[in-house]
T-cell receptor, first 115, second 115 residues
Framework: ETGVTQTPRHLVMGMTNKKSLKCEQH?????MYWYKQSAKKPLELMFV???????ENNSVPSRFSPECPNSSHLFLHLHTLQPEDSALYLCASSQEHSFSGNTIYFGEGSWLTVV | DQQVKQNSPSLSVQEGRISILNCDYT??????FLWYKKYPAEGPTFLISISSIKDKNEDGRFTVFLNKSAKHLSLHIVPSQPGDSAVYFC????WGSGNTGKLIFGQGTTLQVKP
């Protein structure tokens, strides 16, 4: 059982829909992340939150909107997505975000298909 | 600019033999390196890490070697088992150049262990 849980595991949405991905970590960590994995590409960091404050936004289009209401929960709100946004979206957490020696623990991912 | 590279997209080994997965990096400020294992439809699982003050770290069947002068690390799995078949990602982090602990991932190597 993973300490980072993501829902839903699979999501199919139309380009005009609004949906959200949810992540919860049970590890007592202070930092949470959204990563994107597309086919044959390295994992791409999207957002970093530390103690509920966004500390990094890696040039992600505004159609992706993160929300971190507390240090245990992270959402990714999706609206007017494009088919090329279809990918595996991974949530992760770590004890801290700003020091080396940082081990990140991932959830099982949410498979998103935009039609 | 790919700071962490896994130049072999795939590797096939026989059960019981050694698997060697390689990773190269370009940023001399990296000082912490990790390996993750990923099964299809699951998130990456942390496997083993090494700090730059060491050149070897061992955990059961898994050993990571770090050659700082060559900016190269490798993961050895011995003996390899069919259950080790997965995609392996190396990742690096460090201070400087805006890294501040952020993990940079390689593209991954798919390992197949044949019975």
């Amino acid at each position: 059982e993973t300490g980072v849980t993501q829902t839903p595991r699979h999501l199919v949405m139309g380009m005009t829909n609004k949906k959200s991905l949810k992540c919860e970590q049970h590890l007592g960590h202070n930092a949470m992340y959204w990563y994107k994995q597309s086919a044959k590409k390295p994992l791409e960091l999207m957002f970093v939150y530390s103690l509920e404050e966004r500390v990094e936004n890696n040039s992600v289009p505004s159609r992706f909107s993160p929300e971190c209401p507390n240090s245990s929960h992270l959402f990714l709100h999706l609206h007017t997505l494009q088919p090329e946004d279809s990918a595996l979206y991974l949530c992760a957490s770590s004890q801290e975000h700003s020091f080396s020696g940082n081990t990140i623990y991932f959830g099982e991912g949410s498979w998103l298909t935009v039609v | 600019d790919q700071q962490v590279k896994q130049n072999s997209p795939s590797l096939s080994v026989q059960e019981g033999r050694i698997s060697i997965l390689n990773c190269d990096y370009t940023n001399s400020m990296f000082d912490y390196f990790l390996w993750y294992k990923k099964y299809p439809a699951e998130g990456p699982t942390f496997l083993i890490s090494i700090s730059s003050i060491k050149d070897k770290n061992e955990d059961g069947r898994f050993t990571v070697f770090l050659n700082k002068s060559a900016k190269h690390l490798s993961l050895h799995i011995v003996p390899s088992q069919p259950g080790d078949s997965a995609v392996y990602f190396c990742a690096a982090s460090g201070w400087g150049s805006g890294n501040t602990g952020k993990l940079i991932f390689g593209q991954g190597t798919t390992l197949q262990v044949k019975p």
